[in-house]
């Protein structure tokens, strides 16, 4: 597949979509020690009980993916 894009600039957007994506979900399913009711000292009350982080990575990876493929599509449709 020949990308409508300079290689290195095709990296890039993928990199700037990942890390967007990823702020978009990292909240999804977070749960606080404070609503969960399982505190640990010396942390704060809103830090998460369990952030399944390695999950979060992989659907960040995902949807990025997808989201990039649209996106040189339509750049590509465009020229």
């Not at 597949?1 to 999804?28: D, E, G, S």
């Not at 399982?38 to 659907?59: F, I, N, Y």
Request: glycine share 4%.
């Amino acid at each position: 597949m020949q990308l409508p894009v300079a290689t290195p600039t095709a990296i890039a957007i993928f990199v700037t979509i990942w890390w967007v994506v990823l702020f978009a979900i990292l909240p999804f399913g977070v749960r606080s020690q404070h609503e969960e009711a399982e505190r640990h000292l010396g942390t704060d009350p809103g830090a998460p009980v369990a952030p399944r982080l390695a999950l979060k990575a992989l659907a960040t990876t995902l949807v990025a993916v997808v989201v990039w493929a649209a996106l040189m599509a339509w750049i590509a449709w465009m020229a």
